[in-house]
Structure formats: C-alpha cells, structure tokens
Nanobody, 113 residues
C-alpha cells in the first residue's frame, strides 16, 4: 500500500512563489512516475507537471517556464516549485503516483490578485 502526503500549499500574492512537497509512504517510489495535478472549483482535474522514473518531464503549457517538478528518491519525495504565481493558478493540487494510480489528499493553493 502506498500513501501520498502533500504539503506546502497556502495563500500567496500574485507573482509570489510556493513549493509543494509530496512524500510517498510505502515500498515503492524510485521506479514510479510522479505527477502533480490541480483542480479548480467546478472544473476538471488537469495535469500540471509529471516526471518519469528516468527523469523525463512534461508540463502543462500554462505553467511552462514558471513551475519546476523535481524528485528526491532517497526521501521518496516529489516537489513542485511554483514561481510567478497567478490568480488562475488557484486550485487544489494533488500528487499522483503511477503505476497503481495512487493520489494524495490534495493541498490548497490560493493566489490573490
């Protein structure tokens, strides 16, 4: 069984930065793909960024150049550094691990204008 625990969300002004963390509790991490998704009120959950076990990355067009995903296999942690935040980045951010399709409980990010 794998559990994902996110942290690092909060309230920030437009232009500010936050770093989200997701710790994977369980026996697997190094060979898994990790991703960050977000869901705004009344909208579907969408991919923000993902990283393969080999280090390959993929970003949503809306966050390219502002957000960076990284991982520390020794700590079983994946990070999302978010810079230049905009009000439209406001959402609940979820961590996801595949294969197995595990999700964290989410962390709220609110960006004020």
């Amino acid at each position: 069984q794998v559990q994902l625990v996110e942290s690092g969300g909060g309230l920030v002004q437009a232009g500010g930065s936050l770093r989200l963390s997701c710790v994977a509790n369980g026996n697997i991490f190094r060979f898994n793909n990790m991703g960050w998704y977000r869901q705004a009120p009344g909208k579907e959950r969408l991919l923000v960024a993902r990283m393969t076990s080999g280090g390959g990355t993929d970003y949503a067009d809306s966050v390219k150049g502002r957000f960076t995903i990284s991982r520390d296999n020794a700590k079983k942690t994946v990070y999302l550094q978010m810079n230049g935040l905009k009000p439209e980045d406001t959402a609940v951010y979820y961590c996801r691990l595949t294969p197995g399709d595990y999700w964290g409980q989410g962390t709220q990010v609110t960006v004020s204008s």
